[in-house]
């Protein structure tokens, strides 16, 4: 079990404060962020994993990395979002989406289908429809690669 230290159980993302099971995780996924890997985090319905990605995505946007969200349906997708927009660091970095559909996602203008952003938020299906297309999947290459050490 890794180490953790005290004051990453006393971690505020955005306007909440996070349970110490969910600092937990959320230190175990910034030391592998740190460390060039990539994860999931599989947990219970209202277990905090909303907050879990947007403190995901707050700490790469820190490292200058990118990161890619995956969402089961756009609602999830459009909940992370919300999460999203009350840190500030996430608010302010560049932010696309991919849904299978045209969908109203926040108030303002949002880039879509595209991979040059810092918060990548997709739902699964939209990039199941989208590998058979040799450009996205090299396009996709090259998002991952940016997260390289």
């Not at 175990?28 to 962020?33: F, L, M, T």
């Amino acid at each position: 079990m890794p180490q953790i230290y005290v004051a990453e159980l006393n971690r505020r993302i955005g306007d909440k404060q996070a349970e110490p099971f969910q600092a937990r995780i959320g230190a175990s996924v910034r030391k592998a962020i740190r460390r060039g890997r990539s994860g999931a985090v599989l947990a219970p319905i209202g277990s905090g994993k909303s907050l879990l990605a947007a403190g995901a995505a707050e700490d790469v946007v820190g490292l200058g990395k990118p990161i890619l969200v995956l969402h089961p349906d756009v609602s999830l997708l459009r909940q992370n979002y919300a999460q999203f927009q009350t840190v500030p660091a996430v608010r302010n970095a560049q932010t696309t989406f991919y849904v299978a559909k045209i969908e109203s996602i926040g108030d303002g203008p949002v880039q879509r289908n595209a991979l040059d952003a810092n918060v990548f938020a997709a739902t699964n299906m939209s990039l199941v429809n989208k590998l058979d297309r040799e450009e996205f999947l090299q396009a996709l290459e090259r998002f991952g690669k940016r997260g390289d050490p």
